[in-house]
């Protein structure tokens, strides 16, 4: 099966710092990436995307790159706030599959 | 717009019962997937469905089934519980196509005694 990994299991940071998640994929066919959040209690809720054609795309406070010689995908979230805390999960579409890694957990320090 | 709903958020069951679980897409959406969610495995997909057909399967056993309506509205079904079957299982719907923005549900917490 597909392996998508995450780096660390857990990520602190200071309030107003810039956040970097990283997220390892096995498969160098998949031609979509995506990445969520997950509160406490809710579903996964998409933030942004990118396909394989693209090395980075950016959104409001978010910019994900994508390093497909090294199958390495990584999601930044510019001046972290209190809201950002959640579980952040990347996943990858092959074909007609999403594969999704375990997740990071994200912890916000006022 | 409502978003995706799941019913009922929690459940309690014992071994070897069936359940029966609910998803209603959001409106327009004629694509619906569902996801399997524990601390171990993480988010496993079990199949999706579109325009009343199941298009894609996960890895997971037969006692796994589901079904969409006309109104993309989604059932699944797991039969002969086990204790393993515990987790949060996810439903989420997105327009049509296989790669797009999946929106999904907050969740049915199924819990198998």
């Known amino acids: 099966g597909e392996s998508v990994g995450l780096h660390l299991p857990t990520l602190s940071v200071q309030e107003g710092d810039n956040s970097i998640i990283n997220c390892a994929y096995s498969?160098?066919?998949?031609?979509?990436f995506i990445w969520y959040k997950q509160e406490s209690g809710k579903g996964p809720q998409f933030i942004i995307d990118i396909r394989s054609n693209m090395d980075k795309r950016q959104g409001q406070r978010v910019t994900v790159l994508l390093n497909k010689t090294v199958k390495h995908l990584s999601l930044q979230i510019a001046a972290t706030q209190p809201g950002d805390s959640a579980v952040y999960f990347c996943?990858?579409?092959?074909?007609?599959?999403?594969?999704f890694g375990t997740g990071t957990s994200l912890t916000v320090i006022p | 717009k409502a978003g995706v709903t799941q019913t009922p958020r929690y459940l309690i069951k014992t071994r070897g019962q069936q359940v029966t679980l609910s998803c209603s897409p959001i409106s327009g959406h004629r694509s619906v997937s569902w996801y399997q969610q524990t601390p171990g495995q993480g988010l496993q997909f079990l199949f999706e469905?579109?325009?009343?057909?199941?298009?894609n399967k996960g890895n997971f056993p037969g006692r796994f089934s589901g079904r969409q309506f006309s109104n993309s509205r989604s059932e699944m079904n797991v039969s002969t519980l086990e204790l393993g079957d515990s987790a949060l299982y996810l439903c989420a719907s997105s327009l049509e196509s296989r790669v797009s923005e999946q929106y999904f549900g907050p969740g049915t917490r199924l819990t198998v005694t």
């Open positions: 996943a990858e579409n092959t074909g007609n599959q999403f594969y």
């Open positions: 498969n160098s066919a998949s031609d979509y």
């Open positions: 469905y579109f325009s009343e057909t199941q298009r």
